[in-house]
């Protein structure tokens, strides 16, 4: 099974920080990496399918970048309404595996 | 505009069979490409994919829970079941389903979710 990874657990940050979440997979996976948010008591949202490609209506702030087993996620300019937590996912035609989230606290 | 609703029961015992129910519109589970799959989560922990189903009926399943897990789909009544025997305390979960048109899939439009407690 593909392992995810995700660092860091969680990040501290101030309104207008750029951040950076990592995610690695423990073998190739192309470029078949979705990146989703969540906020408390609500269902994931989806942010970036295929690593780099940005889902219609999510803000350009966000940006997802990387293949083969190290991704990142980007917020270039955090927003109030980016406090959350953020999961990336694997996607393949037979698996699907996520990794265990990074929260993103405000500092 | 595509949604997705969660129903079942709230409370399962332990050893007991959970059927949970995604009842969707805006999309028709008989379109080329399309598929529904179930993901949980614990309370105050990470996103689990269960199982997903195309509208061809092939279906995938999480290599962990393949025993357990039966995915089905009624294309006339916008439904798909999900089906988890033997079900035990660390089963208590938010269950979602969740939309794909992509293949590999990747779920682009997720319902609410609806919280399970297995408790005797």
């Known amino acids: 099974d593909i392992q995810m990874t995700q660092s860091p657990s969680t990040l501290s940050a101030s309104v207008g920080d750029r951040v950076t979440i990592t995610c690695r997979a423990s073998?190739?996976?192309?470029?078949?990496l979705a990146w989703y948010q969540q906020k408390p008591g609500k269902a994931p949202k989806l942010l970036i399918y295929k690593a780099s490609s940005l889902e219609s209506g999510v803000p350009s702030r966000f940006s997802g970048s990387g293949s083969g087993t190290e991704f990142t996620l980007t917020i270039s300019s955090l927003q109030p309404d980016d406090f959350a937590t953020y999961y990336c996912q694997h996607y393949n035609d037979y698996s699907w595996t996520f990794g265990q989230g990074t929260k993103v606290e405000i500092k | 505009q595509i949604t997705l609703k969660e129903s079942g029961p709230t409370l399962v015992k332990p050893t007991q069979t959970l059927t949970l129910t995604c009842t969707f519109s805006g999309f028709s589970l008989s379109t080329s490409g399309v598929g529904v799959g179930w993901i949980r989560q614990p309370p105050g922990k990470a996103l689990e994919w269960l199982a997903i189903?195309?509208?061809?009926?092939?279906?995938r399943y999480s290599p962990s829970l393949k025993n357990r897990v039966t995915i089905t789909k009624d294309t006339s009544k916008n439904q798909v079941v999900l089906t988890m025997t033997n079900m035990d305390p660390v089963d208590t979960a938010t269950y979602y389903c969740?939309?794909?048109?992509?293949?590999?899939?990747?779920?682009?439009?997720w319902g609410k979710g609806t919280t399970v407690t297995v408790s005797s």
């Open positions: 969740a939309h794909s048109i992509t293949i590999p899939a990747y779920m682009d439009v």
């Open positions: 073998q190739s996976i192309s470029s078949w």
């Open positions: 189903i195309y509208w061809d009926d092939d279906k």
